[in-house]
């Protein structure tokens, strides 16, 4: 058996763009923990009280809606397959200074430091199974900060293996954000996706390649508690967030995020790449990709 082949340059170049993009001066500022609890000072001025609320309401959207598990596409990996990858999410948050006041991730970040994205690299697994349903995991770093994020999904394609038809998918998962002595965060995901997977002929010595574009519409659904004292929490005037309407107390629209994502994943010999966009109704778009081993 021949061994696999290191992913292509070709493959690697996104990603590595990517990272050099949001790398810079971070490390110098290590760590940009979100920092809940000074939600209502900027470089030693107090924010308004309807500031202070509406940027909880900003972080736990963006944060939540980034971190979810992203629509993988129309099919499966097929019962003897396997997955392994290494990727990165992009949370293009607001992160600069508007109209002359700082945003909520200016003042969320520890040190107040300003950045146009939050860096997720990850480590993800996806597994084949019968039946055409498939489980994945992902555990990620929220970079350049002490904390993360850990997930799993399952999916199933009833239309798998029918030529003629598009490949759909429906998939539900849940994410946990950890690591946060302020935040206690997680966000539950619904996605129906749309597809179709097309042959083409690999290099010399490899096996054939596939392509899979998608379209995908999801429903994230976030629940957030600051985890302060009731004083604090008082003087913030800030409590939990939940997208479950029985919760008539915690209760928030917002927390109910709609994302419209486009993606596609090219299959060459034993190598995977996928990249893909969410535009979400309300909360910060995201990008993200990957590259890996397909066994």
Not at 63 to 72: D, R, V
């Amino acid at each position: 058996m021949r061994p696999p082949r290191p992913p292509s340059r070709a493959l690697l170049a996104p990603l590595l763009a990517a990272v050099a993009l949001a790398a810079p001066d971070a490390w110098a500022a290590f760590p940009e923990d979100v920092t809940i609890s000074q939600l209502d000072q900027y470089q030693g001025n107090s924010v308004a009280d309807e500031d202070v609320q509406e940027a909880w309401r900003t972080i736990v959207r963006d944060l939540g809606t980034g971190l979810a598990n992203k629509p993988q596409g129309g099919s499966t990996l097929g019962i003897d397959g396997f997955d392994l990858s290494l990727g990165s999410t992009f949370i293009f948050v607001d992160g600069n200074r508007y109209q002359g006041g700082p945003t909520a991730w200016e003042r969320a970040r520890e040190g107040n430091q300003p950045a146009g994205a939050v860096w997720v690299p990850e480590l993800l697994v996806r597994k084949g199974l019968p039946l055409s349903l498939e489980a994945g995991a992902h555990v990620g770093w929220v970079g350049f900060t002490r904390q993360g994020a850990v997930g799993g999904y399952g999916r199933f394609a009833p239309l798998e293996g029918h030529p003629k038809l598009p490949e759909v998918a429906f998939q539900g998962g849940y994410t946990g954000y950890v690591g946060n002595d302020e935040l206690e965060l997680g966000v539950t995901d619904l996605s129906l996706s749309v597809g179709k997977t097309v042959a083409f002929a690999a290099r010399q010595q490899a096996r054939n390649g596939t392509i899979h574009p998608f379209a995908a519409v999801a429903l994230n659904r976030i629940r957030a508690t600051p985890l302060l004292s009731p004083e604090r929490l008082g003087e913030l005037g800030i409590g939990p967030l939940t997208a479950d309407k029985k919760d008539t107390e915690t209760f928030d629209p917002d927390m109910r995020q709609v994302l419209v994502n486009l993606g596609v994943r090219i299959v060459s010999g034993d190598v995977g790449f996928k990249v893909g966009a969410a535009v979400p109704l309300q909360a910060a778009p995201t990008l993200d990709a990957s590259v890996g081993y397909v066994f």
